[in-house]
């Protein structure tokens, strides 16, 4: 178990990505892969009020989780990450939006308290010190435990750390970005500030919408709404360099390649618990023995070495 910066949320290195439910994922599979993530230890998920309003026009993933939670009465065990922002009709970070939004997650996630809220995206139309004092307050009621940042460029990210000091409000415990093998944008500024306030990442797209298990070559039809994206990284000279040594990797350690990918991302300085999702239990399977694969100085620097663009 690893811990979310400074706070006191001990969390499984690999999180529970869930805006696959209610889209790729049936309430019944999604039912099945949470019951096979706690049974193998996992404890850490990531849902969004925004989860995939996209496909059913409902906070879905949330209301899943929340009858899941309900079902299985296991609350507390979890340490549960919803986040504010990205949904219709509640974009931004303005006190009344995150008001009403904790609100709707509280009520579809049936809990009374939520461990990690992150800020979905940043919000340069509210200041800063108006959103963080707007988590402050639901922190002191007991409502959110620890907040977090997501999509935030280094300085809005180093501002908002700088208020909160100077304010003495709700002080962000993390970030969350993209980053993988094949996005390494944040090691830079971004993983300064990150490892120079203490923070923890939790990034997310692990496995570069899915690129990475190695499951993308040319000419092979991949049926997923991820597809476009993910097979754009054929087109690039580190992409496919990257999965080749992975799946040679993978070869030699008798894992798959999505383990390897994801035990590269775990042992990143600052990264305590990488986010991916699973549509099914087969693919659940890798994730789960990510967190188990450590891999060594010589096989992190092949991957590295690869993966450079
Ligand atoms: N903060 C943010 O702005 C933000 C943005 C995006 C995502 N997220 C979070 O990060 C999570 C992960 O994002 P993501 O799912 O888009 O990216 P990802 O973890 O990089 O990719 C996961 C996808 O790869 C495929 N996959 C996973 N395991 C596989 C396996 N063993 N074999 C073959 N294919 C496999 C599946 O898609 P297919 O079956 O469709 O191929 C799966 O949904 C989300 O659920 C969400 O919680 C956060």
Redesign the pocket.
Known sequence: MRSIGTTDLSVFPI?L????FGW?ADKETSFAILDAYVDGGGNFL???DV?PYWATGESTSETIIGEWLASRRNRDSIVLAT?VG?LEGLEGLAPATIRTAVEDSLRRLRTDYIDLY?A??DDHDTPLVESLAAFDALIQEGKVRHVGA??YSAGRLAEALKISEAEGVARYVAL???Y?LVERGYEGELREVVAGEGLSSVP???????F??G?YAPGVA?D????GK?AEYLETVHGPRTVEALIELARERGA?P?SVALAWLAAQPTVTAP?????DL??????MEAAALTLGAEELAILDEASRP
């Not at 990505?17 to 696959?20: F, L």
């Not at 997310?204 to 899915?210: D, I, N, Q």
Request: glycine share 6%; proline share 6%.
């Open positions: 999180s990505g869930t805006n696959v790729t990531d849902t969004a989860y986040k990205m992150w979905h995206v997501s999509n969350q970005q993209p993988n997310y797209f692990g496995l570069a919408r899915g990475l298990t499951k991949v997923s709404p991820r597809a993910a798959a999505a986010i991916a999702s699973a549509r087969e693919q659940l399977r890798p994730l």
